[in-house]
Structures are given as structure tokens and as C-alpha cells.
């Protein structure tokens, strides 16, 4: 009964350093979901993993952010090359992904807060 | 695109009187989900409340109701009896019955005085 769990909590960075954010969602979600929340402001939507199916991507806010999920549990977001303003809590999410009813409550984890110098 | 409208950056409310959270939004679907969820220090996202979008009648989650007026498309969230603990930020989401993401207001902090 694990909820979904980030890793790691805080994470600071150089500008222009790479860094890999990890998410586990919970056992058995075929749905993932990851988030960008900046300073003082809501969540931004970034990409979208549901079963085997090509993710949505739509809303990587350039070609510096890819996403992965292998086997279709854990995920990594990627960032290359840092950039000051890529500061913000990165937040992940997982539902059930059934159509309707509770496949629709999305369960986040605690995020990581990712600081770039 | 769906927006999602949060005009309220801070609310207070004193312990145990019941405060409104306004949230307003912009589609053209007519199916949809909305949500209420609330965000404490911890960072940790918890879902408050949701309505589906078909259904008249509004949801209702022990000391937490929405207004749900969809021809005007509003989606205020009451909570009664507030408690210390009901600080923290406050985000209303719309999620598009065929979409996968959801849009979140830029969210209200609520701060409860003892």
C-alpha cells in the first residue's frame, strides 16, 4: 500500500549539469503523470505515460526535458543542460488510468525540489 | 485551451467558520472533471473533492462542498467548521473527459486563526 514515492527530495544543481528525477508510482497505476510546480505558482503539465502507449508530450517545455518509464512502473524525467529558470518542484502522479469512476483521482508523490545555481 | 482561474491568491478564516475558495474556468467541452486539492507544506498533493461534470448534484466530502454552476462555469469549494489543519495551499483542476492532463489554478493559500 506504498503511495507514489519521489526521488530524490532536493536536489541542487550547476547550470548546464544534467539531472535525472525518478518517480515510482503505485503498484498496479498504468498512468503516470509528471508536473512542473515554479515558485508560488500552480502545476504545469509536462507529460503523460499510460501503458504501453506512446506517451503525450505535449507539454515539455523544450527538447532539454525527456521522460522515460521502463516496464511500465518507475519513470525518470531528464533534464540536460540545466538552466536557472528549470528551478521549481517537479511533482509526479499516478492513477489507475480506468476510464471513469476512481481511475480519474490522480495520487502524487511528495515531488523533488530541484534548485539550479 | 481550458484555463482555470483561481482570482483569490490568500483567504483566512477564523477556527471553526467556514470560508469559499472561488475557481472559475474556460471550456468548450461539455464533459469534464473537476477537482479541489489541497497542498501543505509537505508539498504532498491531496485530493479534497471532485465533480463530474454530467452530474447536477454537487459533491459533497464531510466538512468540504463545492458550488458547482456549470452554465456559468464556477466551482467553488466551502469549507465548514474549519480546522487549523485545512491551512495550505488550495488548487482547483479541470481535467477534459478524453484528456490526459489537467490544468490547476495558480491556487489560494488559506491560513485558519485559532
Known amino acids: 500500500g506504498a503511495g507514489v514515492s519521489q526521488s530524490p527530495s532536493n536536489k541542487v544543481t550547476e547550470k548546464g549539469k544534467d539531472v535525472e528525477l525518478r518517480c515510482d508510482p503505485i503498484s498496479g497505476h498504468t498512468a503516470l503523470y509528471w508536473y512542473r510546480q515554479s515558485l508560488g505558482q500552480g502545476l504545469e503539465f509536462l507529460i503523460y505515460f499510460q501503458g504501453n502507449s506512446a506517451p503525450d508530450k505535449s507539454g515539455l517545455p523544450s527538447d532539454r526535458f525527456s521522460a522515460e518509464r521502463t516496464g511500465g512502473s518507475v519513470s525518470t524525467l531528464t533534464i540536460q543542460r540545466t538552466q536557472q529558470e528549470d528551478s521549481a518542484v517537479y511533482l509526479c502522479a499516478s492513477s489507475s488510468g480506468l476510464a471513469g469512476g476512481r481511475g480519474n483521482e490522480q495520487f502524487f508523490g511528495p515531488g523533488t525540489r530541484l534548485t539550479v545555481l | 485551451a481550458q484555463t482555470v482561474t483561481q482570482s483569490q491568491p490568500e483567504m483566512s478564516v477564523q477556527e471553526a467558520e467556514t470560508v469559499t475558495l472561488s475557481c472559475t474556468y474556460d471550456?468548450?467541452?461539455?464533459?469534464?472533471?473537476l477537482f479541489w486539492y489541497k497542498q501543505p507544506p509537505s508539498r504532498q498533493m491531496i485530493l479534497v473533492i471532485r465533480q463530474e461534470a454530467y452530474k447536477q448534484q454537487n459533491a459533497t466530502e464531510n466538512r468540504f462542498s463545492v458550488n458547482f454552476q456549470k452554465a456559468a462555469k464556477s466551482f467553488s469549494l466551502k469549507i465548514s467548521d474549519s480546522q487549523l489543519g485545512d491551512a495550505a495551499m488550495y488548487f482547483c483542476a479541470y481535467r477534459g473527459y478524453n484528456n490526459n492532463d489537467m490544468r490547476f489554478g495558480a491556487g489560494t493559500r488559506l491560513t485558519v486563526k485559532p
Open positions: 471550456t468548450s467541452e461539455s464533459d469534464y472533471y
